[in-house]
Nanobody
Framework: QVQLVESGGGLVQPGGSLRLSCTAS????????MSWYRQAPGKERELVAV????????VYANAAKGRFTISRDNAKNTVYLRMNSLKSEDTAVYYC??????????WGQGTQVTVSS
């Protein structure tokens, strides 16, 4: 049974930090590209960052560059998103996505991040 379980969301003040985790099971994690997406109320889901299966290749959306860091630990089947200097516009539900080389896709259930004073 495939599972992606996100955790680490919550309420944080502007300028604060959070680290999200997504732990996977039921598939060959190391062979999948792992991504974080987010969806704010009334907006479409958007890509935040990608950690590809090969080597240390990562990609960031413009909104995440310089503030967010994606990393993965294949031994723990976990992908992380470290978010610094959080802004109110970062408020969203954050989702983890797994993508195989053959385009099989799995999504997590999401974790809420709220940036507010």
């Amino acid at each position: 049974q495939v599972q992606l379980v996100e955790s680490g969301g919550g309420l944080v003040q502007p300028g604060g930090s959070l680290r999200l985790s997504c732990t996977a099971s039921g598939f060959a994690f190391s062979t999948y590209s792992m991504s974080w997406y987010r969806q704010a109320p009334g907006k479409e889901r958007e890509l935040v960052a990608v950690a590809r299966s090969a080597g240390d290749s990562v990609v960031y959306a413009n909104a995440a560059k310089g503030r967010f860091t994606i990393s993965r630990d294949n031994a723990k089947n976990t992908v992380y998103l470290r978010m610094n200097s959080l802004k109110s516009e970062d408020t969203a539900v954050y989702y983890c996505k797994a993508l195989s080389p053959t385009a099989t896709t799995y999504w997590g259930q999401g974790t809420q991040v709220t940036v507010s004073s």
